[in-house]
């Protein structure tokens, strides 16, 4: 007989399951929000260079200081700033664990990163959620302002994950003038934006501003697990003493700190993934039946017909794997599609073309 747990496993925790992907291995994966571009050869080099001169013996440095000071001067901040964790994940589970918590309020815009209720709920956080339009999945500003004012922290996402659009800059700056919360913008994906999207400017005057950023979308490095945290001295000192003391380890580090240093190399790459995601969007406009969101990420959010049947048959007929969100409360049919190379673009419009409208349950 098993061990039975009941009883044994902290409250907060029961019922959790592990974290599925569902992934499937197929020729095509959109999935998952991945850069499924080539590295461009000079970075790739550089990261085999710094891998090979990594001595394996040694502790890592727990704060990946030489990684700190590069992120800093990519962003024009002290290393006193930054913090970087395993993934923006890692970064996440400890804003909760030190700023949620028994009684204290978070507050969420869902449909967002589903992340952040699973920790906020394994954080014993007091969650609450001011839901987007279900129409245009904008924000009732007023609505959260108001909801904001007993807050302890506000996490936003800009460009939002599944639905892809910006969050008004003027909403941060409201939430941090007419409350006390902390604000956490979770930048995931802001390379892919225009412009003058990010609001890291915004940190200098804004002690309670957090900003999230992570290298497993833009710079294409999903598998080694680095995030990082633009934040006050303060916050970063706080997150620096509860955190997993050799959560990024020496191969984790060498890697990304060759990655930031040659970032120039990886600027025609997000240039194609835009180009890519513009002309995605043209061809998913011309399939009859499907309805879809404007996105400045390297995804497109689209409401199909029997999503979960199309999803399906686009990876068992097509071998094309997308996310099927259709579970989640104000996705009823949606599916969201990684942009990828324009071969795999072309392939997923294909395939799309042929299912979209065909369909029965
Ligand atoms: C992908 C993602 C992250 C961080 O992912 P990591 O791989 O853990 O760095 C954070 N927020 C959002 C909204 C994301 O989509």
Same mark, same amino acid.
């Given at each position: 007989m098993s061990l039975d747990l009941t009883g044994r496993v902290r409250?907060?925790?029961?019922?959790?399951?592990?974290? =599925?992907?569902? $992934?499937? +291995?197929?020729?095509?994966?959109?999935?998952?929000?991945?850069?499924?571009?080539? !590295?461009? /050869? @000079?970075?790739?080099?550089a990261i085999e260079r710094a891998l090979l001169s990594t001595p394996l013996n040694r502790y890592p440095d727990p704060l990946a200081n030489e990684l700190r000071d590069a992120l800093a001067e990519r962003h024009g901040l002290e290393r006193s700033n930054v913090i970087v964790?395993?993934?923006?994940?890692?970064?996440?589970?400890?804003?909760?664990?030190?700023?949620?918590?028994?009684?204290?309020?978070?507050?969420?815009?869902?449909?967002?990163?589903?992340?952040?209720?699973?920790?906020?709920?394994?954080?014993?956080? =007091?969650?609450? $959620?001011? +839901?987007?339009?279900?129409?245009?999945?904008?924000?009732?500003?007023?609505?959260? !302002?108001? /909801? @904001?004012?007993?807050?302890?922290?506000?996490?936003?996402t800009s460009p939002n994950n599944p639905t892809g659009g910006l969050v008004p800059r003027s909403l941060v700056e409201r939430l941090l003038t007419e409350t006390d919360a902390l604000v956490l913008v979770d930048e995931a994906y802001v390379e892919f934006a225009p412009e003058g999207a990010s609001m890291v400017d915004m940190l200098a005057g804004h002690p309670r501003l957090m900003i999230l950023r992570t290298l497993s979308k833009a710079f294409a490095l999903a598998g080694v697990r680095c995030g990082y945290l633009l934040a006050d001295a303060a916050?970063?000192?706080?997150?620096?003493?509860?955190?997993?003391?050799?959560s990024l380890d020496v191969l984790a580090q060498a890697t990304a700190l060759a990655a930031i240093r040659e970032r120039e190399h990886l600027r025609p790459v997000i240039e194609d993934i835009v180009a890519e995601r513009r002309r995605l969007s043209l061809l998913l406009g011309n399939i009859a039946g499907l309805?879809?969101?404007?996105?400045?990420?390297?995804f497109i959010l689209v409401r199909v017909p029997h999503a979960s049947t199309v999803r399906q048959r686009l990876r068992d007929e097509r071998s094309i794997l997308v996310r099927d969100l259709s579970a989640a409360p104000g996705l009823a049919d949606c599916l969201r599609i990684s942009v990828g190379t324009r071969r795999e673009n072309d392939l997923l419009v294909d395939a799309l073309t042929a299912l979209v409208g065909k369909e029965t349950r």
């Open positions: 409250p907060s925790l029961v019922g959790f399951e592990p974290y =599925d992907p569902a $992934f499937t +291995p197929c020729d095509v994966n959109l999935s998952a929000n991945e850069n499924t571009h080539e !590295l461009p /050869a @000079a970075v790739r080099a964790g395993n993934g923006g994940d890692e970064i996440l589970f400890n804003l909760l664990f030190a700023f949620g918590g028994p009684g204290r309020t978070v507050l969420t815009c869902p449909p967002d990163f589903a992340e952040y209720a699973n920790f906020g709920a394994m954080c014993e956080a =007091d969650l609450r $959620f001011v +839901p987007r339009s279900e129409v245009d999945f904008s924000i009732d500003e007023d609505a959260l !302002l108001a /909801a @904001a004012q007993d807050a302890a922290l506000v996490i936003l916050v970063v000192n706080e997150l620096s003493a509860i955190r997993q003391i050799y309805e879809q969101w404007p996105s400045e990420a390297n």
